[in-house]
T-cell receptor, first 111, second 113 residues
Framework: AQSVTQLDSQVPVFEEAPVELRCNYS??????LFWYVQYPNQGLQLLLK??????LVKGINGFEAEFNKSQTSFHLRKPSVHISDTAEYFC?????????FGSGTKLNVKP | NAGVTQTPKFQVLKTGQSMTLQCAQD?????MSWYRQDPGMGLRLIHY???????DQGEVPNGYNVSRSTTEDFPLRLLSAAPSQTSVYFC????????????FGPGTRLTVL
């Protein structure tokens, strides 16, 4: 079975600072990995995904993530955050019939 | 191409009432699912379907029914609403294979009094 752990429930950061949101997964099979973003009172929007190929994946809004198979991690990074990045971020892995989501990390960008 | 649509956006029910949350997608995806989102608990899978006529239970199926008569529609039925079902409900559809991605609807915020 697959599972996803997001180590930080909340991450406060100042505007223009770099940020890393951590995600670890467990799986006995090869998986696809995803990051979704949820802005207040909205649905989930795909930020980026890793299906195969280069382990460094670039997404929307300047975010990127690196797939590390040996550490079973898929951490999300942005070199300089903006106030508009304030949202909740979910890491997910896909299995044959289900998606498995982490519990979410709330990113709070302060001016 | 509207993607995944959900109705209603908001709903208030009294305990014991029944209702159906509607979900439709126009991307011809076989796979659809329902989640509920509660503070601090992330997304929990209620039911899912891998195609018309095929449904299965997720993590928290009790109190909910689903059916899938067409590829496009996947309604979620609350048979007898309880306050514990107060939540935000998201429907999603999934493209599979080499483009594996799940697409979410805007959500339904349900309050059960």
């Amino acid at each position: 079975a697959q599972s996803v752990t997001q180590l930080d429930s909340q991450v406060p950061v100042f505007e223009e600072a770099p940020v890393e949101l951590r995600c670890n997964y467990s799986s006995s099979v090869s998986v696809y990995l995803f990051w979704y973003v949820q802005y207040p009172n909205q649905g989930l929007q795909l930020l980026l995904k890793y299906l195969s190929g280069s382990t460094l994946v670039k997404g929307i809004n300047g975010f990127e993530a690196e797939f590390n198979k040996s550490q079973t991690s898929f951490h999300l990074r942005k070199p300089s955050v903006h106030i508009s990045d304030t949202a909740e971020y979910f890491c997910a892995v896909s299995g044959p019939t289900k998606f498995y989501f982490g519990s979410g990390t709330k990113l709070n960008v302060k001016p | 191409n509207a993607g995944v649509t959900q109705t209603p956006k908001f709903q208030v029910l009294k305990t014991g009432q029944s209702m159906t949350l509607q979900c439709a997608q126009d991307m011809n995806h076989e796979y659809m699912s329902w989640y509920r989102q509660d503070p601090g608990m992330g997304l929990r899978l209620i039911h899912y379907s891998v195609g018309a006529g095929i449904t299965d239970q997720g993590e928290v199926p009790n109190g909910y029914n689903v059916s899938r008569s067409t590829t496009e529609d996947f309604p979620l039925r609350l048979l007898s609403a309880a306050p514990s079902q107060t939540s935000v409900y998201f429907c999603a559809s999934r493209s599979q294979g080499s483009t594996d991605t799940q697409y979410f609807g805007p959500g339904t915020r349900l309050t059960v009094l």
